[in-house]
Nanobody, 118 residues
Framework: QMQLVETGGGSVKAGGSLRLSCAAS????????MGWFRQAPGKEREFVGS????????YYKDSVKGRFTISKDNAKNMVYLQMNSLKPEDTAVYSC???????????WGQGTQVTVSS
């Protein structure tokens, strides 16, 4: 089993930045593809971005490209989501997830709230 715990959420004004962290335990992030997802009130959960097992490849939702950056620190068993130039439409609960197979995630964190005010 793998446990994932997100931290770093909060409230910021538009244009601000936040860095979310995802702490993994039980399994190594180095053997998983790691993803970030978000769910806004009244909306379905959506993919934000992911990083490959090796950390060599990243993928992003179009609306966050150039603003969000995913990284991982295998030695610390951590994954990060750096969010810059935040917009009110980025407001959501952000969760990290881990999976072996591309596009399929087996473990999920509880999420952390991000609120961006205009």
């Amino acid at each position: 089993q793998m446990q994932l715990v997100e931290t770093g959420g909060g409230s910021v004004k538009a244009g601000g930045s936040l860095r979310l962290s995802c702490a993994a335990s039980g399994r190594a992030v180095s053997i998983y593809n790691m993803g970030w997802f978000r769910q806004a009130p009244g909306k379905e959960r959506e993919f934000v971005g992911s990083i490959s097992k090796s950390g060599g490849s990243t993928y992003y939702k179009d609306s966050v490209k150039g603003r969000f950056t995913i990284s991982k620190d295998n030695a610390k068993n951590m994954v990060y989501l750096q969010m810059n130039s935040l917009k009110p439409e980025d407001t959501a609960v952000y969760s990290c997830a881990a999976g072996f197979i591309n596009g399929k995630y087996d473990y999920w964190g509880q999420g952390t709230q991000v609120t961006v005010s205009s």
